[in-house]
């Protein structure tokens, strides 16, 4: 059964086993969604009211966008789960003889890849819902500026872990290139999620 199908109970319950996965990754994917779902309410409960009407536009644009964010972060709790699967499987194969350890070898380093770059992308999701909930303020339902904050938190927090995830698999990625590049453009999203997000949450607060 997908994570995502099942009783939170149940989630819950399987979260605090000692069975290895979910963890992390899958945990700061629930992260995001949870944020991007937030802020797709937000925007529910301000548009199609009068009083509201200028915020119209800008609320559909993001329900919009978020949507997309939303299905791709859902779906990306089970990918992390499924990646380290991956990885268990790999490690799990024979070792007997040469052909068996290079055959090993080879599907160590493409579960790796693999469990990097499922965590990155979820990163690169929350990054992106953080900047459209950031850019809701004071264009949405005055009412719901606490959850908006709470969205943002969440997508912070979701950047976060997702970043912890890729981290601590980047030293497995055999392909130098791509090391680099979930190096660079990690610490330049996370750099930037931070600023937004650390300012926009005082920013809210103040407000309440």
Known sequence: MKLVDMKVTDYLDLLKSDAPAPGGGSVSALAGAQGVGLFMMVCDLTTGKEKYAAFEAACREAKEK????????????????????????????????????????KAIAEATLTATQIP????????????IASGLTDKTNPNCASDLGVAILNLWAGMQGTWMNVKINLPGVKDEAKKAAFLAEGEKMMAEGKKIAEAKYEEILAKL
């Open 66 to 105: 978020g949507a997309k964010l939303f299905t791709a972060l859902h779906d990306g709790i089970d990918k992390d789960t499924d990646a380290y699967n991956l990885i268990a499987a790999a490690f799990k194969m024979p070792k007997d003889t040469d052909e068996a350890k290079a055959a090993r070898s």
């Open 120 to 131: 990155f992308d979820n990163l690169t999701y929350c990054y992106e819902g953080l900047k």
